[in-house]
């Protein structure tokens, strides 16, 4: 007999990918690449560091992806969000390449690639397939397009919108094959503490004695929305409300007016360091990734990473990882309700064979109302024409505005943390300083190696 | 269609329209904890916004957001100078340039509090 209680789900593809093996190699012996951050040509800004998603591949957050993909791989996930073994997957994952400077490495397939980043020996890339595609035509198929996928899509995707601006905008010539990090980065100041690869996290989740956990995905400082939005769904477990609330924090090149990373990591530990949700039941990680904005898409993205680190739910809200009018507000929530057929999805990704097994909490929205004189849950509470919403643009004009915000919006040690970010950056968000300045600090740095 | 404006009264301005007409069009958001103005604004008007500073944008609320700093203190400052003209004054070309030209230098720097 099924048991109620629900326990740690298995790695998506059944196995976590370990793709760090240290060792030291010879410049010599392999065609060297440095890894750049690559700009967006429309905005001047930078929109992707590939060395994130290689930090991601290897330490299993992606699991089973263990590698770059081939065509054949890439053309799969397009039609059916599947790998070449099947299991769901949402988006290509590309090691785009200049043309030119591969002619110059005169790599072949069969041969590695040694990846350096910050002038150090950082990955080897195996070169199983060298192949060209249509960056326009693989952009729009990724994300979708309002006559192919009328069930999600609203508006067709343009450079304005990053994710779509990063697929567009690569070479056109892709190395595919697996990638290990053979020199692994050290992670600086904030970020140390805030990193738990999927291994790891399933080990900390063991010692706190946490068998049911929620995963909160963010991009945000903590308004008392989100903090409402954690408390409430982690009251979803199974026989009692779920152990443990995982805040995973999507880190890397962000939009412009997004907060900046550190005060997105240090806001959420605020609200259980000073005991708004008790340690014992809060920890806070992140990702690296340089978010594809992709709604529903991102969303199956943020399952399978949780799962992977051990979540056995999963809140998804309004709008989830979305900017813009792209997307239909509630497309990632159909998703997780019914599928997305034109997406090759037919069912919830939970009910179909190789699918998830992290269970979806879909929340709609928190508001301020004056009626019933506290936060309340938008489906429960009834004066939906006197609710006052914690609109994002608001909340931020008022910080730029240097106007602190009440007790009801943001804890005043959570302002405190962006106060001092700001001051740290000269500006309380992301712009193109932060993000330049970003690019060439990145969250790590690396040893030297003894080749 | 019109849309909203707010301006967010913090003690400052709070002292600034006290006694005045103002005073009566004070709103209370979240229990009381934030107290705003709402100003009304046309379709035109939110038009000429929008076109000068393209940050901007209109929430689902209806409200006009992302303005720059040096817009909405202008606008406050028009408010108590100048009542419900304030809109009209503060579009006018000559204060939307100079506005313009500050509101490039906020991309770069904002004084913290």
């Known amino acids: 007999m099924n048991s109620l ?13 370990n793709n760090v093996r240290p060792m030291a190699v010879s410049e010599k012996e392999y065609p060297a690449l440095n890894i750049e951050p690559e700009i967006d ?13 290689i930090m991601s591949i290897a330490h299993g957050f992606f699991s089973p992806l263990d590698r770059f993909m081939t065509r054949n791989e890439v053309e799969r996930v397009l039609k059916e969000r599947r790998l070449l073994d099947g299991w769901i997957f949402p988006f290509p994952i590309i090691f785009d390449v200049d043309q030119e400077r591969l002619n110059e490495l005169k790599v072949k397939e069969g041969d590695s690639i040694l990846l350096r980043l910050k002038g150090k020996p950082f990955a080897l890339l195996n070169v199983d397939e060298i192949w060209k595609f249509d960056p326009r035509e693989i952009a729009d198929r990724t994300f979708g397009t309002p006559d192919a996928n009328p069930d999600a899509v609203k508006r067709a995707f343009d450079h304005k919108h990053p994710g779509w601006s990063m697929y567009a905008q690569m070479s056109g010539t892709a190395i595919g094959g697996k990638v290990y990090i053979i020199n692994e980065p050290k992670f600086k100041g904030v970020y140390s503490r805030f990193w738990y690869p999927p291994e790891q996290c399933r080990a900390e989740f063991k010692r706190r004695g946490w068998r049911t956990v929620i995963a909160h995905q ?17 009251f979803m477990g199974d026989t009692e409300p779920c152990n443990g609330i995982l805040v995973n924090a999507i880190v890397g090149a962000k939009r412009l007016g997004d907060f900046v990373d550190e005060a997105i990591l240090e806001g959420h530990e605020a609200l259980n360091k000073f005991g708004y ?25 943020h399952a399978i990473i949780r799962q992977n680190m051990g979540c056995t739910h999963h809140m998804f809200g309004r709008d989830h990882a979305a900017t813009g009018d792209y997307y239909d507000p509630y497309s990632t929530q159909t998703l997780w309700e019914k599928g997305l057929a034109s997406f090759g999805l037919n069912e919830p990704p939970f009910d179909i064979d ?7 909490v879909n929340m709609q929205e928190f508001w301020y109302c004056p009626v019933c004189g506290e936060i309340a849950y938008s489906q429960t509470c009834a004066h939906r024409d006197k609710a006052e919403r914690f609109s994002g643009s608001f909340i931020r004009g008022l910080i730029a505005e240097g106007i602190k915000p009440p007790a009801v919006i943001f804890r005043p040690e959570v302002y405190n943390i962006i106060v001092r970010w700001w001051r740290a950056f000269g500006y309380p968000f992301v712009n193109k300083r932060y993000l330049d300045l970003k690019e060439r600090e990145l969250e790590v740095d690396l040893d030297e190696v003894n080749m | 269609m019109e849309y909203i404006i707010s301006i967010v009264l913090d003690e400052d301005r709070l002292k600034k329209i006290r006694g005045t007409s103002l005073e009566g069009k004070v709103k209370d958001l979240f229990g009381g904890a934030l107290k705003v103005i709402d100003l009304k604004v046309s379709e035109e008007q939110a038009k000429k916004i929008l076109e000068a500073f393209p940050k901007s ?5 209806k409200h006009i957001e992302e303005t720059p700093v040096s817009f909405r203190r202008e606008l406050f400052d028009l408010l108590v100078a100048k009542g419900e003209n304030a809109l009209n004054e503060i579009l006018k070309d000559e204060n939307l340039s100079r506005i313009k030209s500050l509101a ?10």
């Open chain 1, 5 to 17: 209680k629900i326990q740690t789900p298995e790695p998506h593809g059944g196995r976590l990918v």
């Open chain 1, 41 to 53: 040509k429309l905005s001047s800004t930078v929109i992707r560091n590939v060395y994130r998603e």
């Open chain 1, 218 to 234: 963010t991009r945000n400082v903590p308004h008392m929305g989100h903090e409402h939005l954690m408390k409430e769904a982690a």
């Open chain 1, 277 to 301: 949700i008790g340690p014992a039941r809060h920890m806070v990680t992140m990702t690296l990734w340089d978010m594809r904005y992709g709604g529903p898409l991102e969303s199956l993205l």
């Open chain 1, 354 to 360: 190789k699918g998830v097994k992290i269970r979806p």
């Open chain 2, 57 to 61: 944008r209109i929430d689902a609320r």
């Open chain 2, 104 to 113: 490039a230098e906020e991309d770069d720097h904002l004084n913290p509090p």
